[in-house]
C-alpha cells in the first residue's frame, strides 16, 4: 500500500462480502482536510466505499497537496509529484478494498477539483467518473501531460456564478475544453461564491448514484 498519502475510510453499514462497491475519493481544498469532506458524500455511504485522502503538506490548520507559485500557478514539481503519488495511491488501495474496478469515482473540491480533473485525463478509463467542484485544468498540463482518452469517463464539473478565486469565466472554459473530449460532461452553475451549495450537493449525489445504477437521493 502506498503509504504517501493519509486517508480516512468509511465503508458500508452492512457489507455483503460476496460483491465489489463503487468508490469515491475525495480531495479536499487548499488548507482543508478529507474529514471536512466526508460531510457532503455522506448520504452515499450505506452504497459506496467512501476514501478521503489527505493532501501530505501542512498549510495551517489543514492541508494540501501541492504549493503554488500564485493563484493559478501550482509549482510544477509539486504538482507533478502529487499527480504521480495520487494516481499510485488510486490503484493500490484498490487492492485493499472490496473495490469494483468498474466503479472508481472521484470528486475534489477547488485544489482537489483540479487533481480529480487532471487524474481523469491521465488516468482515462481507469476512472468511471469525476465530479469537479470549482476548479479548472491547468494549461501545462493540457499541452504536456501525456493524456489519455475520456470518452467513457463521466464528468461533472459545477462552478459558482460568484466564485471569488476562480471567475466563473474559468468555469465555462474548463466546460468548453471537456466538453471536446467527452460526450459525458454535465456542467452547472450555482449562484455561490467559491463554495458547494446544498442543490449543487443534492446534484452531485443524484448524478453520483445514477451513475453506479443505484437510486437517487430525496431531497
Known amino acids: 500500500m502506498n503509504p504517501f498519502y493519509q486517508y480516512d475510510v468509511q465503508l458500508p453499514a452492512k457489507m455483503d462480502p ?4 463503487p468508490v469515491i475519493f475525495t480531495l479536499h481544498g487548499k488548507g482543508s482536510n478529507e474529514k471536512n469532506m466526508f460531510g457532503l458524500v455522506a448520504p452515499l455511504a450505506d452504497d459506496f466505499i467512501i476514501i478521503g485522502i489527505r493532501g501530505n503538506l501542512r498549510l495551517g490548520a489543514g492541508y494540501q497537496y501541492y504549493d503554488l507559485k500564485s493563484l493559478g500557478n501550482p ?10 503519488e495520487l494516481q499510485a ?3 493500490d488501495v484498490a487492492e485493499k478494498y472490496p473495490i469494483d474496478p468498474g466503479q472508481r469515482y472521484l470528486l475534489g473540491f477547488s485544489q482537489g477539483a483540479i487533481l480529480s480533473m487532471t487524474l481523469a485525463l ?11 467542484l470549482n476548479g479548472y485544468v491547468p494549461d501545462f498540463v493540457k499541452k504536456e501531460y501525456p493524456l489519455r482518452s475520456v470518452q467513457d469517463v463521466s464528468v461533472f464539473i459545477s462552478h459558482g456564478e460568484y466564485d471569488s478565486v476562480f471567475p466563473v469565466r474559468i468555469g465555462h472554459e474548463t466546460a468548453a475544453y471537456f466538453k471536446g473530449q467527452t460526450p459525458r460532461l ?3 452553475l450555482y ?3 467559491h463554495g458547494v451549495s446544498e442543490e449543487n450537493q443534492f446534484d452531485f449525489l443524484n448524478w453520483l448514484n445514477q451513475e453506479a445504477g443505484l437510486t ?3 431531497e
Open 75 to 84: 509549482i510544477r514539481e509539486m504538482f507533478d509529484e502529487a499527480v504521480k
Open 89 to 91: 495511491f488510486i490503484r
Open 216 to 218: 437517487t437521493t430525496k
Open 186 to 188: 454535465s456542467f452547472h
Open 18 to 21: 460476496d460483491r465489489k462497491y
Open 122 to 132: 491521465t488516468m482515462g478509463d481507469e476512472l468511471s467518473g469525476i465530479v469537479a
Open 191 to 193: 449562484p455561490t461564491d
